[in-house]
């Protein structure tokens, strides 16, 4: 395969993913089937298919590339102790703007009851709050635990604000 088939090959990849994030996101996991992912991107069920071998197979590829989205977002934020929750939720409000269907769709997957998908959530949350303690705790933050699970609490509640179009849930709202 030419280099330019190669690229055209992952372009459509990212496509496919891109329309199941938000498919997923929007209709939720049940409510969306490949094929409308295959409508959505212009191409076969069997092309999707091809990359994926199943809805599950594809909603975790999707739930994975939005874990290392954020997981990398919190690890290269740069701030003193005082200020690196705070930046660290300016990098996750920045995920929202810019990977809002991956976001949403990370953080309501801890309700899909399939056990592959459950299991793989846990992982993710355990992994990102492993990795937001060991930044407070290297910062010098006290509570380090403590304040990892508040943190990864709001995001919870920023996300549960963006579903239900609700910002006066956002701890960051300037509603009164």
Same mark, same amino acid.
């Given at each position: /395969?030419?280099?330019?088939?190669?690229?055209?090959?992952?372009?459509?990849?990212?496509?496919?993913?891109?329309?199941?994030?938000?498919? #997923?996101?929007?209709?939720?996991?049940?409510?969306?089937?490949?094929? %409308?992912?295959?409508?959505?991107?212009?191409?076969?069920?069997?092309?999707?298919? %091809?990359? #994926?071998?199943?809805?599950?197979?594809?909603?975790?590829?999707?739930?994975?590339?939005?874990? !290392? !989205?954020?997981?990398?977002?919190?690890?290269?934020?740069?701030?003193?102790?005082?200020?690196?929750?705070? !930046? /660290?939720?300016?990098? *996750?409000?920045? $995920?929202?703007?810019? %990977?809002?269907?991956? /976001?949403?769709?990370?953080?309501?997957?801890?309700?899909?009851?399939?056990?592959?998908?459950?299991? *793989?959530?846990?992982? @993710?949350?355990?992994?990102?709050?492993? !990795?937001?303690?060991?930044?407070?705790?290297?910062?010098?933050?006290?509570?380090?635990?403590?304040?990892?699970?508040?943190?990864?609490? @709001?995001?919870?509640?920023?996300? $549960?604000?963006?579903?239900?179009? /609700?910002?006066?849930?956002? $701890?960051?709202?300037? $509603?009164?």
């Amino acid at each position: /395969m030419s280099p330019k088939d190669e690229a055209a090959v992952a372009n459509r990849k990212e496509q496919i993913l891109n329309s199941a994030a938000a498919l #997923f996101a929007s209709q939720g996991y049940y409510k969306t089937t490949t094929a %409308h992912v295959a409508e959505a991107v212009g191409v076969t069920q069997p092309y999707v298919f %091809h990359f #994926f071998k199943s809805k599950e197979q594809l909603y975790l590829a999707v739930v994975e590339r939005a874990f !290392r !989205r954020m997981r990398n977002a919190f690890v290269s934020v740069d701030a003193p102790a005082d200020q690196l929750a705070f !930046r /660290m939720g300016e990098a *996750f409000n920045a $995920l929202l703007a810019t %990977h809002r269907n991956e /976001m949403l769709l990370m953080m309501q997957a801890y309700a899909t009851p399939e056990p592959a998908v459950r299991q *793989f959530t846990k992982e @993710c949350f355990s992994d990102i709050y492993d !990795r937001v303690k060991e930044r407070f705790v290297n910062a010098g933050v006290p509570n380090a635990g403590r304040e990892a699970s508040s943190f990864i609490s @709001c995001g919870l509640i920023i996300t $549960l604000s963006e579903v239900l179009e /609700m910002p006066k849930l956002s $701890l960051w709202s300037d $509603l009164e």
